[in-house]
């Protein structure tokens, strides 16, 4: 039913950029809020940053605030995670998630020299 497909990771030098992107289907997705969370090894899952389901309000976690930003485009059922500036400690298979759904297999994304 509801499918988040993340793509866009890959191996990246610190202070660099990186576009993640989450393709939806199975479901209205203009109707949702939606988000960005991610996970660095060893570490708990955290969220990274909120996009209302108009693309009109946003909220970022304070690690990544001026950095990162969180965008969608509900015509093409998309949404997206501009990434510059990256830290090593930004490193961390990132999930897009909508309200109720389950996990999906996340985008590997490694910054590092």
């Known amino acids: 039913q509801v499918q988040l497909v993340e793509s866009g990771g890959g191996l990246v030098q610190p202070g660099g950029s990186l576009r993640l992107s989450c393709a939806a289907s199975?479901?209205?997705?203009?109707?949702?809020?939606m988000s960005w969370y991610r996970q660095a090894p060893g570490k708990e899952r955290e969220l990274v940053a909120l996009?209302?389901?108009?693309?009109?309000?946003?909220n970022y976690a304070e690690s990544v605030k001026g950095r990162f930003t969180i965008s969608r485009d509900n015509a093409k059922n998309t949404m997206y995670l501009q990434m510059n500036s990256l830290k090593p400690e930004d490193t961390a298979v990132y999930y897009c998630r909508r309200r109720g759904s389950d996990w999906g297999r996340g985008t590997q994304v490694t910054v590092s020299s």
């Open positions: 996009i209302s389901s108009a693309g009109s309000s946003t």
């Open positions: 199975g479901f209205t997705f203009r109707n949702y809020a």
